[in-house]
T-cell receptor
């Protein structure tokens, strides 16, 4: 069974640009969560989607948005990029929503904002 | 607000040693606790999931325990090997809301010397 895949793996953008990251969950998983990981803040929750609906959202500005498609694939978008958005963005999938099941993480997308 | 703390932040041991990593959390009303491993620049690999009703889980040389009442979990690694070198993260699950379904500690960076 294929694991969680994320594309692209690496990305370099400049301030003010926007970016879209993609996550394909494990087949059969309907919950996808996104996290931002930085050396200073560690792993911080961005949002969770389940069956195309956003269930939870972390304390990030509105520049961060996401969506989930009917095949459970998810995208997150960051508009008007800032230097502080440089981070490893991880997505995780699980069978059920609410953190009750094991969450499986993808390899991440490393974003560098110049 | 749930807070997760991992001590120590870094640990260096000689190969073959048994070791214990510690994780503490402030709110005992958790659904589960999950231990992850992260290799440099990579995503997270799930090691063990302990449900709130369980006291411990074992997988190979790994044993994780959970004491909800005291807000503590430990990850025991037996007969450590250089390949165990990585950052180990614990996360409490099932919270939801703006904190997200998984709330992570900052991790313990383990180095096993040959």
């Amino acid at each position: 069974k294929a694991g969680v895949t994320q594309t692209p793996r690496y990305l370099i953008k400049t301030r003010g640009q926007q970016v879209t990251l993609s996550c394909s969950p494990i087949s059969g998983h309907r919950s996808v969560s996104w996290y931002q990981q930085t050396p200073g803040q560690g792993l911080q929750f961005l949002f969770e989607y389940f069956s195309e609906t956003q269930r939870n959202k972390g304390n990030f500005p509105g520049r961060f948005s996401g969506r989930q498609f009917s095949n459970s694939r998810s995208e997150m978008n960051v508009s008007t990029l800032e230097l502080g958005d440089s981070a490893l963005y991880l997505c995780a999938s699980s069978l059920a929503a609410g953190g009750e099941e094991t969450q499986y993480f993808g390899p991440g997308t490393r974003l560098l904002v110049l | 607000k749930q807070e997760v703390t991992q001590i120590p932040a870094a640990l260096s041991v000689p190969e073959g040693e048994n070791l214990v990593l510690n994780c503490s959390f402030t709110d005992s009303a958790i659904y589960n606790l999950q231990w992850f491993r992260q290799d440099p620049g990579k995503g997270l690999t799930s090691l063990l999931l302990i449900q709130s009703s369980q006291r411990e889980q074992t997988s190979g040389r790994l044993n994780a325990s959970l004491d909800k009442s005291s807000g503590r979990s430990t990850l025991y690694i037996a007969a450590s090997q250089p390949g165990d070198s990585a950052t180990y993260l614990c996360a409490v699950g099932g919270y939801g809301g703006s904190q997200g379904n998984l709330i992570f500690g900052k991790g313990t960076k383990l180095s096993v010397k040959p």
